[in-house]
Each structure stands twice: as structure tokens, then as C-alpha cells.
């Protein structure tokens, strides 16, 4: 079946540095990919998708390309701030064996000052 | 373009007593979706609408709990006999079936479910 595997966290950074968190992906065909963040006690708001392989998502300094080769779309930015600290899901849509998302057990992010 | 809205935010309710949440999607966004979210895990998908019709039911869904989206605009997911198990947030999402934006999902704040 169709599933999402991210990195375990919390990943732990200094303010500026550089950030990835892994994240692959089992599913049949090309699904659409996302990325979601999740700060405390809200809904997850949507940072960045990608619906084809090679395409590049990228929103508020953020990015991940489709590898279709790897099965991957890993999470990127270059100069991580304290407020980027959150909940990161990675997720996928699939509209075969139903139409829904199906999301990665998350990764929290923590940028200290 | 108002966002999901759900309602209520929060909700602490002895075990054995019934709740019911509400959701409203974006307006004009004929699908709608339900998931539950515990404590350091992701969004687990429930129950989806397409229109009226829901169309999906997970696993999950045990007998106690029934949405509904009668007139194709907002849902509601009630739950029976409560149990301290289904403590968790329950997120509503929406999206439109059409061109473009067509698989992405819009989630609104989550309403937290507190069973004592």
C-alpha cells in the first residue's frame, strides 16, 4: 500500500544553519507529494507540494524536489530561523486505493537562538 | 476565502457521554475529510466526502463514531459512548475536485477531544 517514512526527530539546529529532513515514499505510479507544518496546538497548514517527478516545491525559504529514481522528497532550507520551529509532516496523495492523503509520522524541528 | 473552520476548538467530556464536532469547509470545495491526530504521530485519515456522498470510511472508524455532510456543505462527526482511547485532535479538511488544486487538502484548526 501507499506510504510515507520521515526521519525521526526532534532534529535540534542553531539559528542560520542549514536544514533537511529526510522523507520517502511507497506508492505505485507518480503521486502528488507535500510538505505540511504543524505549530502547537493548531491545524497543519500546507508549506509546499510537488505533483510530478523532477518538479521543485519551495515556499517561504523552504524547498523539496520529486525524485522519482529515489522515491524521495526531502526537506530543505538553507538558514533555519526560531520560528521555523514546528511539526513537519510529508505526505502524499494517491487516488488510487481511495482519494486521500496519507501522512508521515511527523518530524519536530527546534532552533535554538 | 475563508479558510476549514471546526467547532469547537476544544472539548473535555466524561467517558460515556456523546460529542459531536462541526465542520465548514471552504466554500466551494466539494470534498471533505475527516482524520484524527494523537500525541507525536501524523494525521490518521477517517472518512471523506465527495459532495454528500461519503464515499470512504477507514478502520479506524469503529461503530461509535458517524459523520454525516447532509447537504454537501458542512459535516459533522459525532461520537458515542466515548472512551478515554479516543482522546486525540480531529482535523477537518477540504478540497476541490476540478482542475489545478485538485489534491491538495486544506485543514482547518482541529478540534481537541479530551476524555476523562
Known sequence: ?113 | DTGVSQDPRHKITKRGQNVTFRCDPISEHNRLYWYRQTLGQGPEFLTYFQNEAQLEKSRLLSDRFSAERPKGSFSTLEIQRTEQGDSAMYLCASSLNGKGDRNTIYFGEGSWLTVV
Open chain 1, 1 to 113: 500500500g501507499n506510504s510515507v517514512t520521515q526521519m525521526e526527530g526532534p532534529v535540534t539546529l542553531s539559528e542560520e544553519a542549514f536544514l533537511t529532513i529526510n522523507c520517502t515514499y511507497t506508492a505505485t505510479g507518480y503521486p502528488s507529494l507535500f510538505w505540511y507544518v504543524q505549530y502547537p496546538g493548531e491545524g497543519l497548514q500546507l508549506l509546499l507540494k510537488a505533483t510530478k517527478a523532477d518538479d521543485k516545491g519551495s515556499n517561504k525559504g523552504f524547498e523539496a524536489t520529486y525524485r522519482k529514481e529515489t522515491t524521495s522528497f526531502h526537506l530543505e532550507k538553507g538558514s533555519v530561523q526560531v520560528s521555523d520551529s514546528a511539526v513537519y509532516f510529508c505526505a502524499l496523495f494517491r487516488n488510487t486505493g481511495g482519494f486521500k492523503t496519507i501522512f508521515g509520522a511527523g518530524t519536530r524541528l527546534f532552533v535554538k537562538a
